[in-house]
């Protein structure tokens, strides 16, 4: 990027790079000029100046007051070593104020702006593009509640930026619990002065207003929800020393309702954490893995708690395999349907775990750069694994589920054969009826009650047992012969049960000797 042309217009100046990188085409039509929507929207951030002796926070109301107070910091009692910016949201105005004093890269606002679950605008690059920047993208899934049957379509995203919220189908019926997809950045640069700048993007809450329907059709809808088991658990690590004779008051936790004031919460807390507050002050690799600690953690924590309730879904999943109508094939193929859903989902998950995962290794350019001890990957590893493994579950019911589904279609296709069956022996048995009736008109006299129906009885058993011989010819045969087979052994043990003629003369001459 040029320093030069950014000083002026960020924002347009990334417009006129949008035919060199077609990744940057959907920043341009939120961000750009042409989009009248996004004018008004608005944002939050927060300052975190990084000292030697702690840190303090700075809020702003407007994208005016950012721009000053990056103008020209006031200088302090101590000066500020490191600062690390907080956004919650993507409006354009602090985009434009952030992107032109940082000098960010415009792929770490396009990663943030993606939509939806899939990877159709990611802003793929290639890791020996960012320079001296370090950042990443990490996308991940909180779980909420939305009680009472409120969600009950497949088609339903947030407000901002159409998040998608995945609705849960379990035996055909939508789950309370929904999936809502979020995305979650970092960057980070070393400056010439030797400081560091850093600057973390998350969304918004997901509000009481959830989008409903598909495209340009979607309505704004008022709809409740609460975090799954009350959200993640506490990232701050247990107090080692337990004193249980003093009293306790109360301790605070963050919210879990906002990313953003969650960050700030574990902020403000920092003395939970020994060691990260110098630890950011060491080397390029502490700040980068310092500054995004509690982002990092807070999204470990929400797929932790995705675990947990993606364990529960195999495990009901499990339990109505064991208790399904093994005749009930709709029922076994929505199964079927739920489980290859999940399956996608799993194996989705996975990626995206793996995807942070490559984002935190440390860089191994050089020595400065190397990780420290609190990258984090350790946490995303074993997600990953867990992943993996209820990845091989679902594999494995989906195995077991088609199985099933094969028994089902045999008994089935057996049944109607046998069925097939009796209509061919109903067949054979009036069919020559109706024949000989038709061909010599035997009515009147002939039919049943009359005095010749007698006949018409005499005439047809003959003709109705000459076309069952003759339609079971190879079952008779088959019959007559194994009646064969007796005779025909019997026979042979008289044969070899009686001595033969020379044996009793040899025997007698014995005899005589």
Not at 142 to 152: K, T, Y
Not at 156 to 185: G, M, Q
Not at 319 to 334: F, H, M
Not at 420 to 434: A, D, Q, S
Request: glycine share 6%; charged share 25%.
């Amino acid at each position: 990027m040029c320093p030069d042309r950014m000083a002026g217009d960020y924002i347009g100046y990334v417009e006129s790079l949008r035919h060199r990188y077609p990744n940057l085409r959907r920043f341009c039509d939120i961000e750009g000029a042409s989009n009248v929507k996004n004018k008004e929207e608005t944002s939050r951030v927060v300052v975190i100046e990084i000292r030697e002796n702690g840190i303090s926070q700075k809020g702003f109301d407007s994208a005016d007051d950012l721009e000053r107070y990056m103008q020209g910091p006031p200088s302090g009692s101590e000066p500020c070593k490191h600062r690390v910016y907080v956004l919650e949201g993507t409006a354009p105005a602090y985009l434009q104020v952030l992107g032109r004093r940082l000098r960010m890269d415009p792929f770490v606002f396009a990663e943030q702006l993606m939509r939806g679950g899939t990877r159709k605008e990611q802003a793929a690059t290639l890791p020996s593009q960012h320079g001296l920047e370090r950042c990443f993208s990490m996308q991940y899934v909180e779980a909420r509640v939305f009680p009472d049957g409120r969600l009950n379509t497949l088609g339903a995203c947030c407000l901002y930026r159409d998040r998608k919220i995945w609705a849960t189908k379990i035996n055909s019926k939508f789950d309370e619990v929904a999936k809502v997809h979020r995305i979650a950045s970092f960057w980070s640069r070393k400056e010439a002065n030797g400081a560091f700048n850093g600057l973390i993007l998350v969304d918004p809450p997901v509000g009481q207003f959830i989008k409903i329907g598909k495209a340009a059709e979607k309505e704004i809808r008022p709809c409740q929800s609460s975090l799954y088991q009350g959200g993640y658990v506490d990232i701050s690590p247990f107090p080692c020393a337990l004193d249980l004779d003093r009293d306790w008051e109360s301790q605070p936790g963050p919210t879990r309702e906002s990313l953003f004031d969650d960050i700030l919460f574990y902020w403000n807390h920092m003395d939970r954490f020994p060691n990260l507050h110098s630890s950011i002050l060491e080397s390029p690799a502490g700040f980068f893995d310092g500054a995004s600690f509690f982002l990092k953690s807070i999204i470990a924590a929400n797929w932790m708690q995705f675990l947990v309730y993606f364990d529960e879904i195999i495990d009901r999943l499990e339990y109505s395999l064991a208790r399904a109508d093994i005749n009930a094939l709709d029922g076994v193929e929505n199964h079927l349907v739920d489980v290859t859903h999940w399956h996608r989902r799993c194996w989705k998950s996975c990626e995206q775990v793996e995807h942070a995962i490559h984002a935190l290794q440390p860089q191994q350019r050089s020595s400065p750069t190397a990780g420290s001890a609190f990258t984090g990957i350790d946490d995303f590893v074993y997600i990953h694994r867990k992943l993996c493994a209820l990845t091989e579950r679902c594999q494995r019911l989906s195995l077991s589920l088609t199985h099933v589904i094969s028994v089902i279609q045999s008994r089935q296709a057996s049944e109607e054969a046998h069925s097939l069956k009796i209509l061919t022996l109903l067949g054979m048995l009036f069919v020559p009826l109706t024949f000989l009736s038709g061909i010599f008109s035997m009515s009147g006299d002939f039919l049943p009650g009359e005095r010749s129906f007698w006949i018409y009885i005499v005439v047809s058993i003959p003709a109705v047992i000459m076309v069952f011989l003759v339609v079971f010819s190879n079952q008779v045969a088959q019959f007559l012969k194994l009646r064969e087979k007796p005779r025909k052994s019997l026979l042979n043990v008289r044969l070899t049960a009686r001595p033969p003629m020379f044996a009793q003369g040899e025997a007698k001459d014995a005899e005589k000797g």
